[in-house]
Nanobody, 117 residues
Framework: QVQLVESGGGLVQAGGSLRLSCAAS????????MGWYRQAPGKERELVAT???????RYADSVKGRFTISRDNAKNNVYLQMNSLKPEDTAVYYC???????????WGKGTLVTVSS
């Protein structure tokens, strides 16, 4: 099993920045890709960004140029730097992990990000 624990969420004004962190532990040999998804109230969970162990990244169009995903393979951590935040970025952000960027199977419990206008 794999455990993913997110941190770094909170309340920020529009235009501000936040950095999310995710610590992975457990059977890490089963993880190649890690990423972030989000779910806003009344909406489905959606992709934010993913990164493979080799550093290949994928971003949702809505966050390109504003968010940056990074990974520390030695510490088994993944990060999401969020800049120029907008109220529509308000959501619960979930850390994820799996064998590929398109095959996430492990999920954290989520951290709430609230962007005020």
């Amino acid at each position: 099993q794999v455990q993913l624990v997110e941190s770094g969420g909170g309340l920020v004004q529009a235009g501000g920045s936040l950095r999310l962190s995710c610590a992975a532990s457990g059977r890490l040999s089963s993880i190649n890709a890690m990423g972030w998804y989000r779910q806003a109230p009344g909406k489905e969970r959606e992709l934010v960004a993913t990164i493979t162990s080799g550093g290949s990244t994928r971003y949702a169009d809505s966050v390109k140029g504003r968010f940056t995903i990074s990974r520390d393979n030695a510490k088994n951590n993944v990060y999401l730097q969020m800049n120029s935040l907008k109220p529509e970025d308000t959501a619960v952000y979930y850390c994820s992990g799996g064998p590929s960027s398109y095959g996430m199977v492990y999920w954290g419990k989520g951290t709430l990000v609230t962007v005020s206008s």
